[in-house]
């Protein structure tokens, strides 16, 4: 892996772009291992500096900024996951087509581990389905380079966006986060139980590890646990907390 020690020149882009005309900062969200207890990573969710929703910032994302703001993201949350102290994994989010050169775009990532004291092999980089990919190619190729470097891939709502099962045929990342759709009232849904189980049939031969996103009631969370998956996210067990890490709520019996 790449090491936070190294002096790594920025790019032009990281340089000499303009800065960002809004501010914004972070809130965390503990995605945990149900049979252990224990918090396996925080994602970083963009949020206002005022404690607004991530849409009013991510509606002021175009072409002229998307660069700037993808890089400031992982900055900040960098930042914050040092302040914390966060003892595990952060997951941050990043935007494929604000990404150039990925062995190029990951330097100011690790400048800010460097200069804040985040240890680098706690990095999850997550790339949501949701986002129109304008080239499978390039995407590919940045999350080989990051799994080269040893970092953890993951792709987020996964089943929600343009490629569902077909994109592991492509590349197969570290991590999969069902979409909130599949996951919600699924305890009624033979329908959605079906899709799931296929998806982890897959996730289980190709050594991917899946995160139950969304999980907000204790018979969602005991029928996705019976079908194997360990890791869950949702307000079950946390809200996000703004810049901060919130206290985790363990459902009785777990």
Request: glycine letters at 6%.
């Amino acid at each position: 892996m790449t090491s936070a020690n190294d002096v790594i020149p920025p790019c032009a882009s990281c340089r000499d772009g303009a800065p960002l005309s809004f501010a914004f900062t972070m809130a965390f969200q503990p995605i945990v291992h149900l049979r252990s207890r224990s918090v396996y990573a925080y994602e970083a969710l963009v949020r206002g500096a005022d404690n607004t929703g991530a849409a009013d910032i991510l509606d002021r994302i175009n072409e002229s900024n998307r660069y700037m703001f993808d890089q400031s993201c992982r900055v900040k949350a960098v930042e914050l996951a040092a302040k914390l102290a966060v003892p595990c994994f952060v997951s941050i989010n990043f935007l494929p087509n604000a990404v150039y050169q990925a062995a190029t775009c990951i330097r100011a990532t690790l400048q800010a581990a460097r200069r804040f004291g985040f240890p680098i092999d706690q990095l999850i980089f997550e790339v949501t389905e949701k986002e129109e990919l304008v080239d499978k190619e390039h995407l590919k190729s940045i999350i080989r380079e990051y799994q080269r470097q040893g970092f953890k891939t993951a792709i987020d709502d996964f089943g929600a966006g343009y490629s569902n099962l077909n994109l592991l045929a492509e590349f197969q990342p570290d991590l999969i986060k069902l979409d909130m759709a599949l996951v919600h009232r699924i305890d009624k849904d033979p329908v959605r139980q079906a899709i799931v189980q296929g998806a982890l049939g897959v996730c289980r031969a190709l050594d991917i590890d899946v995160i139950a996103e969304g999980v907000e009631t204790l018979a969602e969370m005991d029928l996705l646990a019976d079908m194997g998956i360990e890791l869950f996210q949702g307000f079950l067990f946390a809200q996000p907390a703004f810049e901060r890490l919130p206290v985790v709520t363990w459902p009785e019996g777990t």
